[in-house]
């Protein structure tokens, strides 16, 4: 059994075959985390987890780059400006990650199974980011305290550039104890 089906958690989606977890209650044991994260893998009997540390920080990334990206959204430079990291490193944290998990993760998300691929450079810059467009467009609530200050922060956003995380369809059955994040029966 893997350490987070000890613990109520629902599905978010999926990084390729790895499983994208949000926790309905605080996790400590193989990981360490907080209903106010996600988590990648699950730990003990499935990948080694990857915790979300700071989703809000992740959003920040994304809105910067996007900015950058987007030269009509250099205004979000200033708004996220106090809650951008120092390091990417800070954003995430891997438990029981070697070496070689590392590599083999990072390998399959270059690879042409994911959607959105990543290059062989800047890789944790580029999941970083990932994550933070998923936060922003899914899980919005994972980081109100910046997008609280952007007005309207969809509107004239017309291009995706990660998108590495599957959502799982409403009526699909799935396995975790608190089922799909985005369908609850009834």
């Given at each position: 059994m893997s350490?987070?089906?000890s613990f109520k958690h629902e599905l978010v989606g999926y990084i390729s075959w790895v499983p994208v977890y949000h926790p309905l209650e605080d996790i400590d044991g193989d990981f360490v985390c907080t209903t106010k994260q996600?988590?990648?893998g699950g730990g003990s009997?499935?990948?080694?987890?990857?915790?979300l540390e700071s989703p809000?920080?992740?959003?920040a990334l994304f809105l910067l780059k996007l900015a950058e990206k987007e030269k009509r959204f250099m205004f979000w430079k200033d708004l996220v400006a106090p809650y951008l990291p120092e390091t990417?490193?800070?954003?995430?944290?891997?438990?029981?990650?070697?070496?070689?998990?590392?590599?083999?993760?990072f390998k399959l998300l270059s690879s042409d199974g994911v959607f959105n691929a990543m290059g062989e450079e800047n890789q944790l810059e580029h999941l970083i980011?990932?994550?933070?467009?998923?936060?922003?467009y899914a899980m919005p609530e994972l980081a109100v305290a910046v997008l609280d200050k952007v007005k309207q922060p969809y509107k004239d956003i017309?291009?995706?550039y990660y998108n590495s995380i599957l959502i799982v369809p409403p009526n699909m059955p799935v396995y975790p104890n608190g089922g799909n994040m985005f369908f609850k029966k009834k």
């Open positions: 350490h987070i089906d996600i988590v990648i009997g499935e990948h080694p987890a990857m915790v809000l920080k992740a959003v990417f490193e800070e954003v995430v944290t891997f438990y029981e990650w070697t070496d070689v998990t590392y590599a083999d993760f980011l990932g994550l933070g467009e998923f936060i922003f017309f291009h995706i």
